[in-house]
């Protein structure tokens, strides 16, 4: 009966009956709507007309602090707040002044409240940003983009109702330009779009300090100062939508502006059990992109609360790889430097009756829909005393748990604040055999280094309301938690728990195997960092979480590469020639020019002797139509040699293979161009080249109905060639690991750090670009 007289009363409202339902779903909203409809009732002692009622559910859904529904209800319900920009200015007023007792006299003045927006004035300003755009609207005509006229109206009639504004708009631009043409109504063509996406495509050619990048049409840095237009300023916590405000909230923030001057503060939190990845990239980007664009600092936090886990390598590799990335952290700090803090918050949430010592197994507090725990209402003292115990080494792992008292967004409840663990720790050793969750550990480490904004990925949000209310309950400074979508790729898994089984089967070596997406991997593999930066910037601040295809990510790769890498000249599978008429009496020196493109940029030399090699792929003895390389009457040109050869003999062995050529050789401008011109080595260094496929066949090898059986039987068997004896120019002789070079016609490559003396090691990065018109 109450529902069905809460769909009336909604529906009375102006509320459609499908919304009126959908909000009967919401028990908060329905409860606040259900109030301030009665109150408005009240109020006027008639019927809530359609406009009020829209005002009043923008109202219930948006308004935070509900202390305030009745002053604002009485604004609504009395018409001195009747529009839907007044409405937004007073959510904002209150959300901003917390405290009682508020203003009126300042209130109103902020919200509009007495001012009257004639319908002359409405049709001045309109008429006046037509004028303004009248040439470019006689060209576009329907085609123009509106929203601006209304914006530009909006800008001087702050006050004005939306809906006047564009009623306006429409009518005279329908007096301008009449009735809408058949040309009017064919789509806009997408010229403008198509050139954004073009010069998009332009790659950073400097890399800044702190991975900044220069010649991008929108920079990482640029859309984190767009970001910081959204953020709350530093010291104005309370104007976040969520934000719990209490009595001791702005004394709190006073002390923490004394503290940081108003700087802005993030933190890059990882857990030291593993490498970091791809969507770590994002994550580095984003913490430390949005402390430098804002002039502020990040810290590089450990979240070392599971020893268990934790190793020596891990610590170290992530170091590296945020420096690899460009940044430098304000100062590195350890969750274990705070752990005697910790433990005496955890106690005072005891004696203030918001925390208990439980005994329920791990097993039973697995899930959302977990039985409350028998002993979440046991005297203080007693969990006092079992948590003293507890810390004392009295109880074995899984004998007692520490658990807050409060539900979180997901439904779990009591979340679990201190579990025993008899595991030494890297840095406080055996001091400590309860350790501290992330739930518990992570809100509270923010509060102490006084981080401003603690952005992590979408995935927490359900922590939220745990975060504000962990730091509320103890009254210490409250940060504000901001969310932003997770970056993955397709044909990839970045799990630790997977990248752990892939290594133990056998299908990678270690976590830095060049087909992983793990960081250190691309490291090795030869993607520089300037291009992860570059494709973190081309993905951008995104709230959803995205899933990007590996080719967009290589060329990022591609475009740095091709501005950074010299080229060399190198055959993988090799054909022996022989010049017969090689026209001098020893080996030539030839310049090759490091980037052809750029001659200024420098040459290195390579020798011209009479037996060359190149590729077995280059000859065809009987070629198909189209083959424009070597072949029986169809030379080719030898790259950077000015020499073009021409086929006499060829010479085959027992079986009957191609085992070397024997050719002529003319200068190039002594005849007819050839069709095509082919690399080529002389004298060349032995090495191994490793060339890198997908490891996986699927696009989501983790998804069962993609992948029935499994991530692991998806691996695709041919992700990695090994070519053992590759011949390479010997202008990379003295080439050290993770110098990258781009041999001519195959794709770019970096040296490997299993490179020995006498023995480079070269790992194919990435292709180069497809030209379909090549053959």
């Known amino acids: 009966m109450a529902a069905l007289d809460s769909l009336s009363l909604f529906t009375g409202l102006g509320l459609s009956e499908q919304k009126a339902r959908e909000t009967l779903k919401n028990t ?39 202390r305030r529904l009745s002053f604002l209800v009485s604004y609504i319900a009395s018409k001195k707040i009747h529009t839907e920009p007044q409405l937004s200015a007073a959510l904002e007023y209150v959300r901003s002044h917390p405290l009682d007792p508020i203003d009126t006299v300042d209130f109103e003045q902020e919200c509009g409240v007495g001012v009257i927006v004639t319908p002359e004035q409405i049709e001045e300003a309109v008429e006046a940003a037509i004028n303004r755009h009248q040439p470019q609207l006689l ?23 939306g809906k006047m504004i564009k009623n306006e708009v429409d009518m005279q631009v329908l007096h301008l330009l009449g009735p809408k043409l058949e040309a009017d109504l064919e789509k806009k063509p997408k010229v403008a779009k198509a050139r954004l996406e073009e010069t998009d495509r332009r790659t950073a050619k400097d890399v800044m300090e702190n991975g900044e990048t220069a010649d991008q049409t929108l920079s990482l840095m640029e859309q984190l100062r767009g970001e910081a237009l959204k953020f709350h300023k530093p010291g104005e916590n309370y104007k976040t939508p969520g934000y719990v405000v209490t009595p001791h909230t702005m004394n709190l923030l006073k002390q923490h502006l004394e503290i940081t001057g108003g700087q802005v503060r993030t ?14 990239a994002k994550a580095i980007n984003f913490n430390f992109g949005y402390a430098k664009a804002n002039n502020g600092i990040c810290f590089l936090r450990f979240d070392d609360t599971n020893p268990e886990k934790e190793e020596a390598k891990f610590f170290s590799a992530i170091c590296d790889m945020v420096a690899w990335l460009g940044y430098t952290p304000y100062k590195v700090t350890y969750a274990s430097d705070y752990f005697d803090q910790l433990y005496a918050w955890a106690v005072e949430l005891i004696r203030r009756g918001l925390a208990y010592v439980c005994h329920q197994r791990v097993e039973e507090l697995k899930g959302h829909n977990t039985l409350p725990s028998p002993w979440r209402d046991r005297p203080t003292e007693e969990s ?107 044909y990839a898994v970045v799990s630790k728990r997977k990248i752990l089984q892939l290594v133990a089967t056998g299908a990678v070596r270690d976590w830095d195997d060049p087909r992983l997406f793990t960081l250190t991997a691309l490291r090795r593999r030869g993607f520089p960092p300037e291009a992860i930066n570059s494709f973190c910037a081309r993905v951008g ?81 009987e070629p198909e139509p189209g083959f424009k390389r070597l072949a029986w009457g169809q030379p080719v040109g030898l790259r950077h040699t000015g020499y073009v050869i021409e086929l006499q003999r060829v010479v085959k062995g027992p079986s009957g293979s191609v085992e070397s050529l024997e050719v002529t050789c003319r200068r190039a401008d002594a005849g007819e161009k050839p069709k095509a011109f082919i690399h080529w080595v002389s004298q060349p260094l032995m090495c191994e080249v490793r060339l890198y496929e997908r490891l996986f066949q699927h696009k989501n090898p983790e998804d069962p109905t993609e992948v029935p059986g499994g991530f692991l039987s998806d691996l695709n068997l041919a992700s990695l060639h090994v070519v053992e004896a590759a011949l390479v120019d010997c202008s990379v002789a003295l080439a050290r690991p993770f110098d990258k070079f781009q041999f001519e016609r195959l794709g770019y490559f970096s040296v490997d750090p299993d490179s020995h003396q006498g023995k480079l090691v070269f790992n194919r990065t990435v292709t180069l670009k497809e030209d379909p018109g090549k053959v």
Request: charged share 25%; with cysteine.
């Open 541 to 621: 601040v995104t709230v959803a979480q995205t899933t990007m295809e590996p080719h967009l990510l290589e060329a990022c790769v591609r475009d740095v590469l091709n501005d950074t890498a010299p080229r060399a000249m190198a055959v993988l599978e090799s054909l022996r020639v022989i010049i017969t008429n090689f026209p001098a009496a020893k080996s030539l020196d030839i310049q090759v020019p490091n980037f052809p493109a750029d001659e200024t940029k420098g040459f290195h030399q390579v020798p011209f002797a009479p037996i060359v090699f190149i590729e077995r792929t280059d000859f065809k003895e």
């Open 28 to 66: 908060a909203l329905s409860a606040q709507l259900r109030e301030a409809a009665t109150q408005a009732q009240q109020t006027l002692g008639s019927t809530i007309d359609k406009a009020t009622g829209t005002l009043l559910y923008g109202l219930a859904s948006r308004l935070r602090d509900t």
């Open 384 to 490: 006092l005393l079992l948590f003293e115990a507890m810390r004392k080494g009295k109880f074995s792992e899984g004998e007692a748990t520490l658990r807050m008292k409060l539900v979180m967004e997901d439904g779990k409840m009591d979340p679990v604040a201190y579990r025993v663990k008899y595991i030494p720790h890297h840095r406080t050793g055996d001091k400590w055999c309860i350790y501290p969750t992330y739930d518990y550990t992570h809100c509270l480490c923010d509060s102490i280094e006084h981080i401003t904004h603690s952005l992590c990925t979408k995935e927490f949000q359900a922590r939220r309301s745990s975060y504000f209310w962990l730091c509320n309950a103890l009254d210490i400074y409250c940060p504000v938690q901001w969310e932003y979508g997770r970056l993955n790729l397709h």
């Open 139 to 161: 060209v576009e005509r329907y085609h123009f983009n509106m929203g601006l006229l209304m914006g530009e109206a909006r800008a001087v009639l702050k006050w004005a109702d």
């Open 267 to 280: 933190r890059f939190p990882p857990e030291p059990n593993g490498i970091l990845h791809i969507g770590h």
